[in-house]
């Protein structure tokens, strides 16, 4: 087992801090006793904050909580009462159904980038992760080690001190380029007297965390806020137990323990031989079976240019049109066929007014069109760094699949870092990082990828209908976004005019956003900056 890090608290801390978390020790605990708005602010706050979930809450949140009546509260009162009651509902109505009332917040931490991609598959579940573009790696454990995780069988083999010593000196050169780079661009970008010094602040650390990210390996821990029902968290933890990584397998069982603790009747079926066992036995051999088949088939084969790249590869040439079908049955009492043929017979102008009424005055990103929108989608396959695929793959409402990581499609490097002249340093980095893949992958190709900094190239595929589309394609294009799913955005948005031919649905996302910008994070710190005004007035 990872031997994870045991934060320390006073016994004044522990005394409150029992009564709202199921364990003070363990990486993974879950919330209990508190308001809802409590959790979810607490969860918002997470993502932008250094600390741990239990530290931050007597930091930041526990000065507001009325804790006079709290003194006898146990995380455990009432779970046989509430699960005898649970039982019997299951009989009368269906566990699915039922599972999907009861929800937790549970606190997912120190789990590296690999783990955090599997945690972040579920489509019925919320979650937020800690941000690389507002928290320094440099920072280390409280028991002063880097924050990358830490393998077991991997430090025990012939690699584990060659593993620690060069993952030691990955993060040393990503510290100290933040220091250059933060020092760069506060030369390139002086201070305006229109911004406060901790906006300024703010807007070039952003800058220089985004420029470099792409030196973090895999291996790098992050923290992670999950709210779900018992009957998503049930999903997650067969493909969780299922998984190749043995630090996800690890890592179910930690959760599985602390989420029967506040949910145990959701969760009897895990065990069980006949479902959930059977379930994750399924999921092992069909994974299996299916690599051995493909093997023999076409051997290990690789295929594509090692370059960025975003293709469109599957639509439909008349999408436009089953988007105008689908809002003419729902805005009429005609069967299926009827409103086809109605459409087939509209005229381009016609067709042009029936899709600018149904899509209507958008007053900005949110305001999106219905679900005739998702009458048609698109498949998109991208070659990306693993930074940008991180920030794509957590959009839920879209499919996405992705290759294993390697260092094969080679690796982007930020512009940002040339024109500093720090390029070379960047890239001695990276192939250390190659040189340690190619050697542990023979041995160890599950841990291998954790060597794997996140500037190298990612394979996967996004498959999204118009709806999602809009959705993805204008908030990633942001100016505030990272470039490298900047640039993403903006041709998904081209592909879907010019090669789809889908003109209308790509006029009607008139929020993507094309503008440049120096500083990405400035105009958004300002607003932010206006909004704490505001509440302190």
């Known amino acids: 087992m990872h031997p994870y890090v045991v934060e320390q608290f006073t016994d004044a801390e522990e005394a409150v801090l029992r009564r709202y978390f199921t ?4 990486p993974v605990f879950a919330l209990v006793n508190l308001p809802e708005v409590v959790k979810g602010a ?40 509430a699960d005898e009651l649970y039982q019997r509902i299951f009989f009368e109505y269906g566990d699915d159904s039922v599972a999907q009332l009861g929800g937790v917040h549970l606190a997912c931490e120190q789990a590296s980038n690999v783990l955090t991609k599997v945690l972040e598959r579920g489509r019925i579940m919320s979650y937020l992760e800690q941000s690389t573009r507002y928290l320094g790696y440099d920072r280390r454990l409280e028991n002063g ?90 999903a997650l933890l067969l493909r969780m137990r299922a998984h190749p990584s043995a630090e ?52 290990d084969l690789a295929s594509g240019e090692p370059a960025e790249q975003v293709r469109l590869v599957a639509y439909d040439p008349e999408g436009e049109r089953r988007v105008l079908e689908a809002i003419v049955f729902a805005n009429s009492a005609l069967d299926h066929a009827d409103a086809a043929a109605r459409v087939a017979a509209l005229s381009d102008d016609e067709r042009s007014r029936l899709m600018r009424a149904y899509v209507g005055e958008r007053g900005n990103r949110r305001h999106r069109p219905g679900r005739a929108f998702e009458r048609t989608d698109y498949r998109f396959e991208l070659v990306t760094d693993y ?38 340093a960047y890239e001695e980095s990276l192939a250390r990082s190659a040189e340690l893949f190619n050697d542990l992958r023979a041995e160890f190709p599950d841990q291998a990828q954790y060597a794997v900094a996140l500037a190298f190239r990612i394979r996967y595929v996004i498959q999204m209908n118009a709806r999602e589309a809009m959705h993805l394609i204008e908030l990633r294009s942001g100016p505030q976004g990272h470039p490298s799913y900047r640039r993403v955005a903006h041709e998904m948005l081209r592909l879907i005019r010019e090669k789809a031919g889908h003109k209308a ?31 302190d007035f």
């Open 505 to 535: 649905i790509a006029d009607a996302m008139s929020f993507v956003d094309f503008s440049e910008t120096d500083l990405e994070r400035l105009e958004a710190e300002r607003a932010a900056e206006k909004n704490r005004a505001k509440r």
């Open 145 to 234: 080690l880097y924050r990358y995780y830490r393998d077991h069988d991997l430090l025990e083999s012939r690699f584990g001190a060659r593993y620690v010593g060069e993952m030691d000196r990955t993060f040393d050169t990503y510290a100290q380029m933040l220091r250059q780079l933060t020092e760069y661009l506060t030369k390139k970008y002086p201070q305006t007297p229109d911004d406060t010094d901790f906006v300024y602040r703010q807007a070039i650390r952003a800058k220089a965390l985004d420029a470099v990210r792409g030196l973090l390996p895999a291996s790098s821990l992050s923290n992670l806020g999950i709210y779900a029902s018992g009957q998503a968290y049930e």
């Open 23 to 26: 364990n003070l020790e363990g």
């Open 387 to 424: 930074g940008a695929f991180r920030d794509l793959q957590r959009h839920r409402m879209l499919t996405v699949e992705w290759q294993s990581l390697t260092v094969d499609l080679g690796y982007d490097v930020p512009e940002l870092v040339r024109e500093a002249g720090l390029a070379d």
């Open 248 to 299: 996800v397998r690890q890592y179910s069982q930690l959760m599985l323990e602390e989420l029967r603790k506040v949910i145990p009747s959701f969760l009897k079926r895990i065990d069980v031989p006949e479902r959930g066992i059977a379930w994750t036995d399924y999921l092992v051999a069909s994974r299996g079976a299916t690599r051995e088949v493909v093997a023999s088939f076409f051997g």
């Open 42 to 81: 607490l969860f918002a706050r997470y993502s932008r904050s250094s600390k741990s979930l239990r530290r931050l809450f007597l930091d930041e949140f526990v000065g507001d909580l009325d804790l006079t009546g709290d003194l006898g509260i146990d995380a455990t009162v009432g779970l046989d009462r």
